[in-house]
């Protein structure tokens, strides 16, 4: 967690998750998001700070996130979806979603929160919104609130990207994209607050492993062929 206090340790593409107080330690909460498809997603799970207190985002459901106050595992974003209307066929219960959440990232002070799922048939999905309005406005605000974005730019066949952020609303993702097929390895810049995408940046021959973003830049670790993370190999822009 931020605060260096709680651990949250996931079965990464598996059902269950627990959340840790490494202060006594203790096992705060256990953390379940099912047993439909989770073998195809990472699970989502990633801590953030809201009004002084830790809180941690973690799938509930295959369709669902939760927020948790990270001290006593409390529930915050209680919510109950009416049921659906069996006159129409397929028919989901309001605000459900056909969507599997995947793993989160969220902005470094909190605003928004991340996930890079899938949907059928299948499909990669990233869908953002805001973590403040979902904790004090709305709490369907994961679902279909006023700042959720879906972006068409990062709507492909992957799941799981690699992604980070390297300020307050613009968020890096590895992988140029056209007409779902992976065009060349580079980055997309993302502004979240625009709903706009600023910029794509090409890097040929790099094998990203991983992202590291901070203060306005981000250094690429850049996988060799032997399959090592070298942050010396990478790339800083």
């Given at each position: 967690s931020p605060c260096k206090g709680y651990l949250c340790v996931a079965q990464r593409f598996g059902s269950l998750a627990a959340l840790i107080d490494l202060s006594t330690p203790r096992l705060v909460r256990m953390l379940d998001r099912g047993a439909y498809h989770e073998d195809v997603s990472e699970f989502p799970a990633a801590f953030a700070e809201h009004d002084g207190e830790t809180v941690l985002v973690s799938g509930s459901d295959w369709n669902r996130v939760d927020v948790y106050r990270a001290q006593d595992g409390a529930l915050l974003t209680a919510r109950e979806f009416l049921p659906a209307n069996e006159d129409e066929p397929n028919a989901r219960p309001e605000h459900a979603l056909d969507y599997f959440y995947g793993a989160l990232t969220i902005s470094p002070t909190g605003t928004w929160v991340v996930s890079s799922g899938w949907c059928w048939h299948p499909v990669g999905v990233v869908s953002c919104w805001n973590l403040a309005r979902w904790l004090e406005q709305d709490p369907f605000e994961s679902e279909d609130g006023k700042t959720r974005r879906v972006p068409d730019s990062l709507v492909d066949?992957?799941?799981?990207?690699?992604?980070?952020?390297?300020?307050?609303?613009?968020?890096?993702?590895?992988?140029?994209?056209?007409?779902?097929f992976l065009h060349s390895p580079g980055l997309m810049i993302y502004d979240i607050a625009q709903d706009a995408v600023l910029d794509l940046i090409s890097f040929e021959g790099v094998q990203c492993r991983g992202l590291v973003g901070v203060d306005g830049a981000a250094l690429i670790l850049d996988e060799r062929g032997d399959g090592e993370r070298e942050a010396d190999g990478g790339v800083q822009e």
């Open positions: 066949d992957l799941w799981d990207r690699t992604m980070t952020f390297i300020d307050e609303d613009r968020l890096l993702v590895w992988g140029i994209f056209h007409d779902s």
